[in-house]
């Protein structure tokens, strides 16, 4: 499948209501070939009428992270779980993550990454494991399915709790080293 197949079949994409809500589709942005790969839960509102995820508050946050660790976001490639925002931004719901989750296992498929990193918990309890416990395990590193995988805090949450904050340069910073030491 092509990234232009890809796009259409999501943009056309109505297995679950969010589909006929959304403003914008919420694909994907960043490089093509990343060997590092970002994956949050679901776009909000900002996302929702840009197309763009990570483009709010926690998305302006989530850049001054990569900034601060030499990190380009075009370097990247950042996703979400769901293409569409759920409304008023709460918590996607596991039937809308199954309809959408199959989107997000193409694009993966076309960028190969060597590495995958969740933001937040409700990313890392579907991709790493369902029990994924965020304030004990971010920044701990799993292979899954041949990635190298870990989570860190949404940037949300560390809008919410800034006490956090420090956790997320640790980890960030581990990030960095871990992708250049697979460079």
Not at 77 to 94: E, F, G, M, S, V
Not at 175 to 183: M, N, P, V
Request: glycine share 8%; with cysteine; proline share 6%.
């Amino acid at each position: 499948m092509t990234w232009e197949e890809l796009e259409a079949q999501c943009e056309a994409c109505q297995n679950c209501p969010l589909g006929a809500t959304r403003t914008k589709l919420v694909f994907g942005t960043g490089n093509r070939e990343a060997d590092l790969m970002f994956v949050g839960e679901a776009p909000g509102e900002k996302e929702d009428l840009s197309g763009i995820p990570f483009v709010g508050a926690a998305g302006k946050l989530f850049d001054r992270y990569l900034e601060a660790v030499d990190i380009r976001r075009e370097d990247v490639y950042i996703a979400n779980i769901l293409k569409c925002r759920p409304p008023k931004n709460r918590d996607p719901q596991p039937a809308e993550e199954d309809a959408c989750i199959g989107f997000l296992r193409e694009q993966v498929k076309l960028i190969r990454p060597k590495m995958i990193v969740c933001l937040g918990r409700i990313s890392a309890m579907r991709l790493i494991k369902p029990d994924f416990k965020i304030t004990k395990e971010h920044g701990v590193w799993f292979n899954k399915g041949g990635f190298e995988m870990c989570a860190v805090y949404h940037p949300s949450a560390l809008l919410r709790d800034p006490h956090k904050k420090e956790d997320m340069l640790v980890d960030m910073k581990a990030i960095k080293a871990k992708l250049e030491a697979l460079s």
